[in-house]
């Protein structure tokens, strides 16, 4: 095995002995419909490997279709890290009858105090005065992902001088991650771009949950519900946001792509993304693994030399959570840090500009 290849199959192991089992359990909290305890019982069997994998039918989405029949009958051994994970998720809503019912199993790890959260945030709007720091506000905001062990606050920033974006850039996509406060740092971001002048900022949310507590449309909604009910200042940050949304400046989206178990190479993010060449904002951890194809090898593998890359250059902005991490350099390698096994627990956050492929729309 290569370091690489130690490294991914250890994060595996460790997620599904520790992080897996405690996320299906806490989706059981307060439930006590015996249908939906069966299924996440049978989805705990088949991740840590007791059970095959049962294939649904009849689902209409060719790509979660294809995934499903490709590993009919497997064992969770025989499936590849990142298409076991998106099954798991899957196999979650599947469970609890997501379809029918609309009860997002993971709402009780993203409740939070939405209007305490919107007035720390109008003071962050306040004292914020450049891009780059409102770049760095929403990476730490990254931190927030409810499927850790321990949420890492603190840490390492490594290379600040990458948290930027390309001159001129007025378009901007961010494709969310979390929700709590994540997506409320990624809204003082926005506020902050929209303030500076920016044509349009485009909010790329989950049309599903997703991950635990990726932000989805309702989730999004829940926070503007809370804004427009008028407590913050008349140039503050609610403000500022409520007004480009009714102008047009301000978008909220979710398109397929993010819930789908496809990568962001070979024309999907083109398609996703449409026509639009603005700068694109990729937040957190399953993000980035996607923009790269989940490989898990050299750190100092340039972006240039990998197979695939992400169809469109992209901002990443995670703290690491994960195997999967290349295009670094030895200047701004921490030291101290063995490079191939860096801690995977979220205590190292940074920006990292990847290069895109410029595909055109799958
Ligand atoms: O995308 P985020 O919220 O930054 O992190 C997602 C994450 O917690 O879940 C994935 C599944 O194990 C990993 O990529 C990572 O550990």
Redesign the pocket.
């Known amino acids: 095995m290569t370091p690489g290849e130690k490294r991914k199959a250890a994060f595996r192991a460790m997620?599904l002995e520790k992080?897996y089992p405690r996320i299906l359990a806490r989706t059981l909290d307060g439930v006590d419909d015996p249908g939906i305890i069966a299924e996440i019982e049978r989805l705990g069997r088949f991740l840590l490997g007791a059970e095959p994998f049962a294939a649904a039918e009849n689902i209409a989405d060719p790509a979660w279709a294809a995934l499903h029949a490709a590993h009919d009958g497997r064992h969770a051994d025989e499936i590849g890290f990142l298409e076991l994970?998106y099954l798991a998720f899957e196999g979650i809503l599947r469970a609890h009858r997501y379809e029918t019912r609309r009860i997002d199993p993971f709402a009780a790890d993203k409740a939070m105090d939405i209007g305490a959260g919107l007035a720390r945030c109008e003071t962050l709007f306040e004292k914020i005065g450049s891009v780059p720091e409102a770049l760095r506000a929403s990476l730490l905001g990254?931190a927030h992902?409810a499927?850790?062990l321990v949420i890492q606050t603190g840490g390492m920033l490594l290379d600040p001088e990458a948290l930027a974006l390309p001159e001129g850039a007025e378009r901007i996509d961010i494709i969310c991650?979390?929700a709590g406060e994540e997506f409320l740092a990624d809204l003082v971001l926005a506020g902050v771009l929209l303030r500076a002048g920016a044509e349009r900022v485009r909010l790329n949310l989950k049309a599903m949950p997703w991950?635990v507590s990726d932000v989805t449309c309702a989730d999004a909604e829940a926070v503007f519900a809370v804004a427009a009910m008028g407590e913050g200042p008349a140039d503050g940050l609610c403000a500022t946001l409520l007004a480009a949304r009714e102008e047009g400046r301000l978008v909220l989206e979710a398109d397929p792509l993010w819930t789908r178990p496809l990568g962001f190479t070979g024309g999907h993010l083109a398609a996703a993304l449409g026509p639009d060449r603005g700068a694109v904002i990729l937040k957190?951890?399953?993000?980035y693994?996607r923009a790269v194809d989940d490989l898990s090898i050299d750190v100092f593998t340039p972006f240039a030399d990998l197979p695939e890359g992400p169809d469109r250059p992209l901002l990443s902005l995670?703290?690491v959570?994960?195997h999967c991490w290349v295009g670094m350099t030895r200047a701004i390698w921490p030291e101290g840090i063995d490079p191939d096994a860096f801690p995977t627990d979220g205590t190292v956050f940074m920006a990292q500009a990847i290069p895109g492929r410029g595909r055109e729309s799958a």
């Open positions: 997620s992080r994970e990254n992902d499927s850790q991650d979390n991950f957190g951890d399953l993000n693994r995670r703290s959570k994960s």
